[in-house]
């Protein structure tokens, strides 16, 4: 638990490890408590195998919104730049995340390389979230592979993923059309405008807005040296975010 907490101190507050060890050194003696403060070389390691995973959303089908963004990495090259002015190519990893619509909360996220396709991670973006009642996305996701991995999870669940614009109708859209081949229709006769109103697709703002927060809070880079810690880094950042909604939302009561 002290590692888990030193660790989202760190994402939090944006610290280096030494600067976390000093951290929880303060509070330790702010609070009067004899306890050891784990060095910033235990930090490091046990940040390479610590198991944090989301918490799972409640028992009924969510409405998820996926979106993605690029966060860059924080070492070296970067101390270059800003010390000497020293030409580098920044590298940078891509965020996967999935919101519920209806609590805000992220149910699920994972980090790729840049180069990874995003509709590539909807198989395990869905592994964490569980069931859902709807798939809300951006053209990036317009495949078929998106299709059938939400179908086979979670029959009967809505899509809502906007046609490309070259998108054209499948062979059977006369006589068994897919809900793809629906979107294209709506499209087609009423106007793009109509189809995000109809199909509900404007919910995708929600999980745009919190990528925003979560470079406003967090950052838009990655502080640890592997991807196994930037894995961990990412995992408990996510917690903090949650736990922060969890405590800044209302709670609406009727009067009667």
């Not at 940040?47 to 993605?68: F, K, M, W």
């Not at 189809?195 to 640890?224: M, T």
Request: overall charge positive.
């Amino acid at each position: 638990m002290a590692i888990t907490t030193a660790l989202t101190l760190r994402a939090v507050f944006r610290l280096a490890l030494r600067q976390t060890e000093g951290l929880i050194g303060s509070i330790l003696a702010l609070l009067g408590l004899d306890l050891a403060v784990p060095d910033h070389s235990t930090l490091s390691r046990r940040a390479e195998t610590l198991d944090v995973a989301l918490p799972r959303p409640g028992s009924g089908p969510v409405h998820l919104l996926v979106d993605s963004t690029g966060l860059k990495l924080c070492g070296s090259g970067e101390w270059l730049l800003e010390k000497h002015g020293t030409r580098t190519r920044r590298s940078w990893r891509k965020l996967h995340i999935g919101l519920d619509a209806d609590t805000g909360r992220i149910v699920a996220a994972t980090l790729t390389a840049s180069d990874v396709d995003d509709a590539s991670q909807v198989s395990t973006l869905l592994d964490q979230a569980g069931p859902v009642a709807s798939f809300t996305a951006d053209g990036a996701y317009d495949q078929d592979g998106v299709y059938g991995e939400v179908a086979r999870r979670s029959p009967g669940a809505a899509v809502i993923v906007p046609p490309r614009s070259s998108a054209v109708p499948s062979e059977t859209a006369g006589t068994a059309p897919t809900p793809r081949d629906r979107h294209l229709r709506h499209i087609t006769e009423h106007g793009r405008r109509s189809w995000q109103q109809a199909s509900g697709y404007h919910w995708r703002a929600l999980v745009e807005a919190d990528i925003s927060r979560f470079k406003r809070v967090i950052g838009g880079e990655l502080r640890s040296r592997t991807d196994r810690r930037r894995r961990t880094e990412i995992a408990l950042a996510v917690g903090a975010l949650n736990r922060m909604l969890e405590l800044g939302r209302p709670e609406y009561v009727r009067l009667t």
